[in-house]
Nanobody, 122 residues
Framework: QVQLVESGGGLVQPGGSLRLSCAAS????????MGWYRQAPEKERELVSV???????NYADSVKGRFTISRDNAKSTVYLQMNSLKPEDTAVYYC????????????????WGQGTQVTVSS
């Protein structure tokens, strides 16, 4: 079974940047896509970004132009580069993975990591 571990969260000032990482272990061949969700208190869970094994990407309108999702060459880690951070970006960010099949328009989040806290505040 694939396991996901997020890292890179922290406290940052508005306008600052963070890069989140999600390391996957297990049967890597099973992963069809990986993405990032975020959950803030009293807010709906939001799908932030998705990247498929084929390299297709998608972004929520709220982060488009500011966030970039990518994979490393080994396809074992996915990143979320977050620039121009705003207080409304504050949330727990969760890495998710779709197994066997997926697309940027039908990401399911079959597996979840533990999450990493991102706090944007002055």
């Amino acid at each position: 079974q694939v396991q996901l571990v997020e890292s890179g969260g922290g406290l940052v000032q508005p306008g600052g940047s963070l890069r989140l990482s999600c390391a996957a272990s297990g049967t890597i061949r099973n992963i069809a896509a990986m993405g990032w969700y975020r959950q803030a208190p009293e807010k709906e869970r939001e799908l932030v970004s998705v990247i498929t094994v084929g390299g297709s990407t998608n972004y929520a309108d709220s982060v488009k132009g500011r966030f970039t999702i990518s994979r490393d060459n080994a396809k074992s880690t996915v990143y979320l580069q977050m620039n121009s951070l705003k207080p409304e970006d504050t949330a727990v960010y969760y890495c998710g993975a779709d197994l066997r099949y997926s697309s940027t328009s039908s990401f399911r989040g079959d597996l979840w990591g533990q999450g990493t806290q991102v706090t944007v505040s002055s």
